[in-house]
């Protein structure tokens, strides 16, 4: 199994709601990614999780919480979102950090 | 300016062109990356490389550290390789500093 899988594709959310983004993978890698991508713009990243300890936080807002629960699962947890948050939302996964990434579908995010 | 810059920024090609891409950067890394990007989001990892050079298929990455310098080739480009390239600088923890991307057209 070489798939980044995230969940959901698509979201839209009020600034008032709470949501989670989900990525899994199930290749044993243990450095795990966040990436935000506006339109037309290269990513941007946020986290980087290195055996399950948050080892790079890109200054992102305390709106957005990202959680790894275990080497497989890696979440965003979004509070009080603004509409300029509205992007894609990359996750990536690689065996080692500095390792080549896997990163999955995304989840389009629309705040309104 | 930049630490990844890519050129050109835009690029269109007439199928069966060899097609040339150019990254430079002004940090450190410890590896060089090239991805691709088609309409829609995923990202798909072609090339990770320190040194020298690497193929896949119709796709080489050459990279000189010296220069800070990379180039990806495509040979024979065909309709399908119509998408966006992204170089990106890779830090020791895994970190990608990200050029602007170049979109590639082939037409038939």
């Known amino acids: 199994d070489t798939e980044v899988t995230q969940t959901p594709k698509h979201l839209v959310m009020g600034m008032t709601n709470k949501k989670s983004l989900k990525c899994e993978q199930h290749?044993?890698?243990?450095?795990m990614y966040w990436y935000k991508q506006k339109a037309k713009k290269p990513p941007e990243l946020m986290f980087v999780?290195?055996?399950?300890?948050?080892?790079i936080n890109e200054s992102v807002p305390s709106r957005f919480s990202p959680e790894c629960p275990n080497s497989s699962l890696l979440n965003l947890h979004l509070h009080a979102l603004q509409p300029e948050d509205s992007a894609l939302y990359l996750c990536?996964?690689?065996?080692?950090?500095?390792?080549?990434?896997?990163f999955g579908p995304g989840t389009r995010l629309t705040v309104t | 300016k930049n630490e990844v810059e890519q050129s050109p920024q835009n690029l269109t090609a007439q199928e069966g062109e060899f097609i040339t891409i150019n990254c430079s950067y002004s940090?450190?890394?410890?590896?060089l990356h090239w991805l691709q990007q088609h309409p829609g989001g995923g990202i798909v990892s072609l090339f990770m490389?320190?040194?020298g050079k690497k193929k896949h298929g119709r796709l080489i990455a050459t990279i000189n550290i010296q220069e800070k310098h990379s180039s990806l080739h495509i040979t024979a480009s065909h309709p399908r390789d119509s998408a966006v390239y992204i170089c990106?600088?890779?830090?020791?923890?895994?970190?990608?500093?990200f050029g602007k991307g170049t979109k590639l057209s082939v037409k038939p």
């Open positions: 990536a996964s690689s065996q080692y950090n500095s390792y080549e990434q896997y």
């Open positions: 290749m044993g890698h243990r450095a």
């Open positions: 999780y290195s055996y399950e300890k948050l080892s």
């Open positions: 940090v450190g890394i410890s590896a």
């Open positions: 490389l320190s040194s």
């Open positions: 990106a600088a890779g830090g020791s923890q895994g970190n990608l500093i």
